[in-house]
């Protein structure tokens, strides 16, 4: 779908967050060099790479460039505590952690986490600390063609009556959710999607950051929601879509 988007609207707005803006072009060979990075980590097909990041441009190219080596994001709630982030890295074994460098207070010993090879910090900025290196790197070009049953991402559940558990999310399911959010939204190229529910939840994901790359539109990303800066943002970017919780 990146591709895709891209061939149709190479020049045109695909991801907006604060002073981050960039086009379809721009997007995709930003998430080809971290995909190159990853690589050069030793991130292939199926390897898990755990994602503690807020809302931001960050969350959107790390997760296309984890999917262009045909590996499995894992998006984490960036609310979660050491232990619980300890147990859900070592459930799902994943080898790398991106996260925020503010949430470094937050993230388990090392001693606790033996399948996590390598913990990648993100400064203040767009390109930050390591992940700002990473995206220097030699692009990944070509996306690993994957099969449309095999796991795309892991979503883990709240966990209300026991341990969290991953849900398998496949490629296919995220094409098909987006289809789903285009078609019943009439969505098109024009839309432009404020998303400002968390990313990291399967909310976010699928209305808000696959369904604006099926529709090749713009998405707006929100850091936190907060009802006057959200009618302010919306206003300025030109809001045609947005999908949240009845509380917002």
Request: with cysteine.
């Amino acid at each position: 779908m990146l591709e895709a988007a891209t061939a149709r609207r190479a020049g045109s707005e695909a991801l907006i967050c604060g002073r981050t803006r960039l086009d379809y072009q721009g997007l995709a060979a930003r998430a080809g060099r971290l995909a190159g990075g990853l690589a050069g980590l030793g991130i292939g097909r199926g390897d898990r790479v755990a994602l503690l990041i807020a809302n931001s441009a960050e969350f959107v190219i790390t997760l296309y460039a984890v999917l262009r080596l045909g590996a499995i994001a894992v998006p984490l709630n960036v609310r979660e505590g050491s232990g619980e982030l300890a147990y859900v890295l070592n459930d799902c074994a994943a080898k790398v952690l991106v996260h925020h460098d503010v949430l470094a207070p937050s993230l388990p010993a090392p001693s606790l986490t033996p399948a996590l090879l390598h913990r990648v910090a993100i400064g203040d900025g767009l390109e930050g600390d390591r992940w700002r290196e990473m995206v220097a790197h030699s692009p990944v070009s070509v996306p690993v063609d994957v099969g449309e049953e095999e796991t795309a991402a892991i979503l883990y559940t709240s966990g209300t009556t026991g341990r969290p558990k991953g849900a398998m999310i496949t490629h296919m399911g995220l094409v098909h959710a987006a289809m789903i959010y285009e078609t019943c939204m009439g969505l098109t190229a024009a839309d432009r999607s404020v998303a400002s529910v968390p990313l990291s939840h399967v909310t976010g994901l699928t209305a808000g950051i696959v369904a604006m790359l099926r529709a090749a539109g713009t998405l707006i990303v929100m850091p936190a929601f907060k009802a006057d800066d959200f009618i302010a943002l919306a206003v300025a970017e030109r809001m045609t879509h947005t999908v949240m919780v009845p509380a917002m």
